[in-house]
């Protein structure tokens, strides 16, 4: 059980709901007391997650299916084979 503790959030729905549901920001009590507008809140909300997908999108692998692995895994043993057999 939490006491004395107000916390003011900023929930934004996802347009598209198919991975995830809405994001979940925290605003911090300074912004509150210095005056900035909602209309700023959301704007900044928006543009730290469009920030994060562009970070985390980049790093992703190269993915790969799992038949061009098979395939090339038949292929290295071919090729060792293949050596073992001529020398």
């Known amino acids: 059980m ?9 929930i934004v729905k ?5 991975i995830f549901d809405e994001a979940i920001f925290i605003v911090r009590d300074d912004a509150v007391r210095n005056g900035v ?4 809140i959301l704007r900044q909300a928006q543009e730290t ?7 985390n999108i980049r790093r992703t692998k ?4 799992a038949p061009v692995f098979a395939l090339a895994g038949a292929g ?7 050596l073992t057999v001529l020398l």
């Open 49 to 55: 997650a469009g920030r994060y997908m562009r970070m």
């Open 37 to 40: 507008t909602s209309a700023e």
């Open 76 to 82: 290295v043993t071919a090729a060792v084979w293949l």
């Open 14 to 18: 996802s347009p598209e709901p198919k």
């Open 62 to 65: 190269l993915h790969i299916p």
């Open 2 to 10: 939490v006491k004395g503790v107000t916390r003011r959030v900023i």
